[in-house]
């Protein structure tokens, strides 16, 4: 099966936060995404609501569940009491951990899966006894210990850090180096029992050779390309094109 397409609506929020009105509605192109082929849509909801605020959250769950029940909602962050009790209030279907800095402009690495053995266990363990699925987020290095100790956690997938990937669209060279490792990282996930996702810098360009190396991704989360292409395209046409590049006949 393609991988199916998750939404992010975080540059959408971004763009919305620069003033105070309610354009972009965040809701609003989500619905127009889902109506297009998009399989879910994301958000990432930092302590500081740069991007999506958590009043954003209840009307995206609605949304899913009113109109588009077949589609998930995917919840992304770092796992510290207030996004747990968020999760807890407005179950995704599909909980997203990254080991952010609130300082951080944007995720750029996976967890440290070794170090963080023992939070993650507790985490997950939490949010699996309310029903959730848990992905981590993980860094394209072929480990297999710390894949080990990832699964070990009791998540269900890792979401495949992809932004150095997405970084070579001028150096193909590069680019297909770090493809093979996402690869051989997928490949041993899968093995393990890990589920695959992925997502950061991902494009229609450089989406398509991630999709044939890794035939067995579940799922993609794609916002700031995506975004930058609604602006050209539309959001409706975007969808398509991205549904399209992971393989699926829209």
């Known amino acids: 099966m393609p991988a199916k397409l998750s939404v992010n609506l975080n540059a959408i ?31 990432h909801p930092r302590p500081d609501q740069r991007h999506i605020r958590f009043s954003d959250l209840a009307p995206i769950r ?35 951990l990254v080991p952010d800095d609130p300082a951080q402009a944007t995720s750029d690495h996976g967890w440290d899966f070794r170090l963080n053995h023992n939070l993650l266990g507790n985490v997950v363990g939490r949010l699996k006894k309310n029903g959730f699925r848990v992905s981590l987020f993980a860094d394209g290095d072929p480990d297999v210990e710390a894949l080990t100790i990832a699964k070990e956690t009791g998540a269900d997938r890792i979401e495949l850090y992809t932004g150095p990937y997405g970084g070579c669209y001028d150096d193909p060279e590069r680019g297909e180096i770090l493809l093979e490792a996402l690869g051989q990282t997928a490949d041993i996930a899968r093995t393990l029992g890990l589920e695959v996702n992925a997502g950061h810098d991902l494009t229609v360009a450089n989406l398509p ?17 995506l975004t930058a292409d609604a602006l050209e395209y539309g959001m409706a ?4 094109r991205f549904c399209r590049a992971c393989g699926q006949d829209i």
Not at 65 to 77: K, S, V
Not at 212 to 223: C, F, K, N, Q, T
Request: aromatic content about 6%; proline content about 7%; cysteine-free.
């Open 62 to 96: 609605s949304l899913i569940d009113d109109l588009y029940p077949q589609t998930e909602f995917n919840m992304e962050g770092f796992p510290n009491d207030e996004f747990l009790d968020l999760v807890e209030r407005h179950q995704p279907e599909q909980v997203t």
């Open 13 to 43: 929020a971004m763009l919305r936060n620069r003033r105070d009105l309610p354009w972009p509605s965040v809701t609003g192109l989500g619905q127009i995404a889902l109506e297009a082929g998009a399989s879910g849509l994301t958000v």
């Open 209 to 225: 050779a991630l999709a044939a190396r890794i035939p067995h991704l579940a799922e993609v989360s794609i916002g700031h390309g």
């Open 237 to 240: 046409e975007t969808v398509r």
